[in-house]
C-alpha cells in the first residue's frame, strides 16, 4: 500500500529531526509530517490517528505556516464530522473556510464547503447540501480539478434522493472519473456503488453488477475495506430482486447489515 509506505517514510524522518538540534525549522518539520501523517489517515477513517497527529502538528508547526496550521484544524473538523458531532464540526469547518478566504487557499476552501456540503446532506437538507457543494463547482473550473469529486458525488447523491437520476448518472460518473486517478481516496468506490444503485432503481440489473464488481476489486485492491459493506448492500439489494434470498442472507450475515436482514425478511 503506498499510504503505509508514506507512512514509514514519515515516521523515518520524524525519528530523524527527533536527533537533530532542536530549532524553529526542524520544529516545523516535524509539525509538516504530522499533518501528512494525518491526512493520510483520513481515508480510512483512522480517528484516533487523525487527531493525534492534527493535534501533534499544531504543537510543532511554525506560526507563520498558516496554510498547514488551516489544513490541521481542517482535519480536526473532519473528525467531528466522523464522529457525528455536527455542531462542533460546522463551528470548526467554517473557521477553516474563513482561514481559506483569507489565506487564498482555493484548496482548503474546496474542502471545506466540500465537509460543509456533506453535514446536512447527512440530515436530508439536500438544498443547503446542494448549494455548498455548487460552491466548489465554481471553484474546481472546468475541466473540475480532481479535488472536486467528492463534492460531485454530494451532488450525484443530491440528485439520487430528487430522483434525478440522469443528473445523477451524470454527476457520479464524474465523481468516479475525477478520483480514479487519485489512489488514496475512496471516492471513485463510492461513486461507482452509487451509479449501481441507479442502475438497479432503472432495472438493469447486468450493469449494476458489473458496476460492483468494479468497486469491489478496487477496494480490495486500495485497501479500502471499510467501504465494502456499502458495495454488498447493494448486491444485496440485487440479490432481493432475483429471489436469491440465501445468498443474500448470507452475505447480510457476513458483514452483518442489519437492514439488509431486514429487506430479506
Known amino acids: ?25 526542524n520544529r516545523d518539520l516535524i509539525g509538516q509530517i504530522a499533518v501528512i501523517h494525518a491526512m ?15 493535534e501533534r502538528s499544531l504543537q510543532y508547526l511554525s506560526p507563520e505556516n498558516l496554510t498547514l496550521i488551516t489544513f490541521a484544524n481542517w482535519v480536526l473538523g473532519l473528525v467531528y464530522q466522523f464522529q457525528g458531532n455536527r455542531t462542533a464540526a460546522t463551528t470548526a469547518l467554517r473557521k477553516t ?4 478566504e483569507t489565506a487564498g487557499n482555493i484548496v482548503i476552501k474546496i474542502a471545506a464547503f466540500t465537509s460543509l456540503g456533506q453535514l446536512p446532506l447527512g440530515d436530508n437538507n439536500l438544498n443547503e447540501a446542494e448549494h455548498h457543494f455548487q460552491q466548489v463547482a ?11 469529486a467528492e ?30 486517478p487519485v489512489e488514496n481516496v475512496d471516492t471513485p468506490i463510492a461513486g461507482m456503488t452509487l451509479l449501481a444503485q ?8 447486468d ?17 479500502f475495506l471499510h467501504i465494502l459493506p456499502n458495495v454488498v448492500e447493494v448486491k444485496i439489494s440485487i440479490l432481493i430482486r432475483q429471489s436469491e434470498f440465501t ?13 439488509s436482514k431486514a429487506r430479506v425478511y
Request: glycine residues 6%; hydrophobic residues 45%.
Open 1 to 25: 500500500q503506498d499510504i503505509d509506505i508514506a507512512n514509514t517514510k514519515l515516521a523515518k524522518a520524524d525519528a530523524m529531526l527527533q536527533l537533530t538540534e532542536p530549532n524553529v525549522i
Open 138 to 148: 465554481e471553484l474546481a473550473g472546468n475541466p473540475p480539478w480532481v479535488v472536486a
Open 247 to 259: 445468498e443474500a442472507m448470507a452475505l447480510a450475515d457476513e458483514y452483518d447489515l442489519t437492514i
Open 207 to 223: 450493469a449494476a453488477k458489473a458496476k460492483l464488481n468494479d468497486a469491489d476489486a478496487l477496494a480490495k485492491r486500495r485497501g
Open 97 to 100: 473556510l474563513t482561514a481559506g
Open 40 to 54: 493520510l489517515a483520513i481515508p480510512q477513517y483512522d480517528i484516533e490517528t487523525m487527531t493525534s497527529q492534527a
Open 198 to 205: 441507479i442502475h438497479v432503481v432503472q432495472g438493469a440489473l
Open 151 to 180: 463534492a460531485y458525488l454530494g451532488l450525484a447523491r443530491v440528485a439520487y434522493q430528487r430522483n434525478d437520476l440522469e443528473t445523477a448518472t451524470k454527476f457520479g460518473q464524474l465523481s468516479e472519473d475525477l478520483g480514479i
